[in-house]
Nanobody, 123 residues
Framework: QVQLVESGGGLVQAGASLRVSCAAS????????VGWFRQAPGKEREFVAV????????YYADSVKGRFTISRDNAKNTVDLQMNSLKPEDTAVYYCAARRGPHSLTKWEYDYWGQGTQVTVSS
């Protein structure tokens, strides 16, 4: 099975950029669909972006489309999320998750999760 560790979170001002990374171990990340989810205090964990296995198709939540980019680096065995034009409402703990199968926007369909990394955007 694969183990996932997120990194790169932090505190930034609105309008800034931040890149969070999901490092995989135990398996090659290219053989998994990998999604990013986030959870703000008092809210449900929600879908942010996903990159599918085999063909690397990408999908985004409407709230981040045009601002966030998900990418896979097979040499580093990571999946990164580049976040631009950050807004205070992007504040959340960001989690990466993996599954063996086509892309999914549903958190319940992911089998492996990282511990999360905090992203805080001040106004």
């Amino acid at each position: 099975q694969v183990q996932l560790v997120e990194s790169g979170g932090g505190l930034v001002q609105a309008g800034a950029s931040l890149r969070v990374s999901c490092a995989a171990s135990g398996r090659t990340v290219s053989t998994y669909t990998v999604g990013w989810f986030r959870q703000a205090p008092g809210k449900e964990r929600e879908f942010v972006a996903v990159i599918s296995w085999i063909v690397d198709n990408t999908y985004y939540a409407d709230s981040v489309k045009g601002r966030f980019t998900i990418s896979r680096d097979n040499a580093k065995n990571t999946v990164d999320l580049q976040m631009n034009s950050l807004k205070p409402e992007d504040t959340a703990v960001y989690y990466c998750a993996a599954r063996r199968g086509p892309h999914s926007l549903t958190k319940w369909e992911y089998d492996y999760w990282g511990q999360g990394t905090q992203v805080t955007v001040s106004s």
